[in-house]
């Protein structure tokens, strides 16, 4: 079934497909639903060249094939350590790795977070923590 307009003020939705005589109107009340929806009928390499209606705005975005059983569509997506709106001209912004809740240079050293990835700067020399304050009780004799 291809769905041709969601409204979701009214609640309709207006289909037609090969298992449909005729295009109707169906009434929703309580439903769920998944869209797998593409943008535009033509490929990533057609899109790309005509750039007025290219739909992936942002430096950090890419075209992504994705026709439905082969055909020729699209979506976008943002780049590998990006992540947001790729429709938009700076939708993706991005990933800080380093504050991740989980830091990916545990134990192999610093994280230092680059333009679409990480890096982990490793010393040559062991880290000493120095942590000035009053000792704890245990050492206080």
Same mark, same amino acid.
């Given at each position: $079934?291809?769905?041709? $307009?969601?409204? &979701? #003020?009214? #609640?309709?939705?207006?289909? +037609?497909?090969?298992?449909?005589? +005729?295009?109707?109107?169906?009434?929703?009340? =309580?439903?769920? $639903?998944?869209?797998?929806?593409? /943008?535009? =009928?033509? /490929?990533?390499?057609?899109?790309?060249?005509? #750039?007025?209606? %290219?739909?992936?705005? @942002? $430096? =950090?975005?890419?075209?992504?094939?994705?026709?439905?059983?082969? @055909?020729?569509? %699209? +979506?976008?997506?943002?780049?590998?350590?990006?992540?947001?709106?790729? %429709? &938009?001209?700076?939708?993706?912004?991005? !990933?800080?790795?380093?504050?991740?809740?989980? =830091?990916?240079?545990?134990?192999?050293? /610093?994280? !230092?977070?680059?333009?679409?990835? %990480?890096?982990?700067?490793?010393?040559?020399?062991?880290? &000493?923590?120095?942590?000035?304050?009053?000792?704890?009780?245990?050492?206080?004799?």
């Amino acid at each position: $079934m291809v769905v041709d $307009m969601v409204s &979701l #003020r009214t #609640r309709e939705l207006h289909v +037609r497909g090969s298992d449909l005589d +005729r295009c109707s109107t169906l009434k929703i009340e =309580n439903s769920s $639903m998944v869209l797998d929806w593409v /943008t535009g =009928n033509e /490929t990533c390499e057609e899109a790309e060249k005509s #750039r007025g209606a %290219y739909a992936c705005k @942002g $430096m =950090n975005s890419e075209c992504v094939g994705s026709g439905p059983d082969g @055909g020729p569509s %699209y +979506r976008c997506s943002c780049k590998h350590g990006y992540e947001g709106n790729p %429709y &938009l001209k700076s939708g993706c912004q991005d !990933i800080d790795e380093c504050i991740a809740p989980h =830091n990916p240079c545990e134990g192999k050293g /610093t994280c !230092i977070n680059l333009a679409g990835g %990480y890096h982990c700067k490793v010393s040559k020399f062991p880290t &000493l923590q120095l942590v000035l304050g009053k000792p704890p009780k245990q050492f206080d004799k």
